[in-house]
């Protein structure tokens, strides 16, 4: 299902942020690139034309969480992937953003949403419609709402702030966050209405099921003057390839 966790310094607006996302291996989907005739630096999905992450040269981000509670997707709904796009073609505030989107949510399943605008960074939970500031350190978010302590979640975020704690961290420590493949203990396990031996499977951080699992993790370094967004995509097979974008942020 997916997996984002940051470390967000809103005096310096320095953002780290690392994310997984999960998919099935069949829906087609490109790498990390510069789409064509504009300024967006992301994958595609290329079922909905969407993505799951991305940012633009004028410093704007988003994210993309499916949220999770057991029922099925409603069909003939909107993609969330394009909440992605939607928001990095739009010049509106992350609050503002946010607030259209309070009333346009039934038109989509169930996600969570996490917007910069190059100064503040916002969330937004579909389930409550609750527009969340993001406080300063680590935080994150999988298939429930912000910060909900899931196992996973709360790994990867005691991991992430030992690594924050040594300024000179080498990048290669963080994908080992990402990478981490170990399942919680079944008693650690959140109820979300699916059976126990499929949330006992999708626990991991990193998940390599029959037909599912990572299909792609990120690191992105975002300062006021520039990006780093470095993406490395799986197969069934493991990994397929790394992409590493440098992004020059204009005024």
Request: hydrophobic share 35%; with cysteine; charged share 20%.
């Amino acid at each position: 299902m997916c997996m984002i966790v940051w470390d967000w310094n809103p005096t310096s607006r320095e953002l780290l942020l690392l994310s997984n996302r999960d998919e099935f291996y069949q829906r087609p989907a490109l790498p990390l690139h510069v789409w064509q005739n504009t300024d967006i630096y992301a994958g595609k999905d290329l079922e909905a034309e969407g993505s799951w992450l991305g940012c633009t040269l004028s410093g704007r981000l988003a994210a993309v969480t499916n949220f999770r509670n057991g029922k099925v997707a409603q069909a003939h709904t909107k993609s969330r992937g394009k909440l992605v796009t939607d928001f990095l073609k739009s010049d509106a505030s992350s609050e503002h953003f946010l607030e259209e989107l309070g009333q346009q949510v039934g038109d989509y399943n169930g996600f969570n949403l996490l917007v910069f605008d190059g100064s503040k960074l916002c969330g937004f939970e579909s389930h409550t419609g609750r527009t969340i500031h993001i406080p300063p350190g680590i935080s994150g978010v999988s298939n429930a709402g912000f910060d909900t302590p899931w196992p996973k979640l709360i790994k990867s975020k005691n991991r992430l702030q030992q690594l924050r704690q040594n300024p000179d961290t080498p990048w290669e420590s963080y994908w080992s966050i990402l990478a981490d493949d170990t399942r919680a203990n079944v008693d650690e396990l959140p109820s979300t209405g699916i059976p126990t031996a499929m949330e006992h499977q999708l626990s991991a951080v990193f998940i390599q099921l029959p037909g599912y699992g990572t299909r792609a993790s990120s690191l992105i370094q975002i300062d006021r003057q520039r990006g780093t967004f470095v993406e490395k995509t799986f197969d069934p097979n493991g990994l397929q390839g790394t992409v590493h974008l440098q992004i020059p942020f204009t005024p």
